[in-house]
Nanobody, 125 residues
Framework: QVQLVESGGGLVQAGDSLRLSCAAS????????MGWFRQAPGKEREFVSA????????LYAHSVKDRFTLFRDSAKNTVYLQMNSLKPEDTAVYYC??????????????????WGQGTQVTVSS
């Protein structure tokens, strides 16, 4: 079992930056893929970004590419989502997730086995 705890959400203005953190604990997860998803009110949960813990391969949704950066700190067992140039449409609850299958960096929700509780990000115009 892997426990994931997100933090770093908040209320910001358009153009501002935020850094979300996902602290992982539990069994060994160095072969896992760590992902971020988001869900806006009335919308389905969507993929944002993912990273292979070992190797650092990353994948980004088109809507956040060149604005968001995902990286990990192995010493702290933490994955960070650096979000720059935030837009009102980035407003959502952001969830950290872990894929234990070691198949590779994937964007489909069904591949992720463990989830955090979510952190709210609100971007005002």
């Amino acid at each position: 079992q892997v426990q994931l705890v997100e933090s770093g959400g908040g209320l910001v203005q358009a153009g501002d930056s935020l850094r979300l953190s996902c602290a992982a604990s539990g069994r060994t997860f160095t072969s896992y893929v760590m992902g971020w998803f988001r869900q806006a009110p009335g919308k389905e949960r969507e993929f944002v970004s993912a990273i292979r813990w070992s190797g650092g391969d990353t994948l980004y949704a088109h809507s956040v590419k060149d604005r968001f950066t995902l990286f990990r700190d192995s010493a702290k067992n933490t994955v960070y989502l650096q979000m720059n140039s935030l837009k009102p449409e980035d407003t959502a609850v952001y969830y950290c997730a872990a894929d234990r299958s070691a198949w590779g960096v994937r964007s489909e929700i069904r591949h992720y086995d463990f989830w955090g509780q979510g952190t709210q990000v609100t971007v005002s115009s």
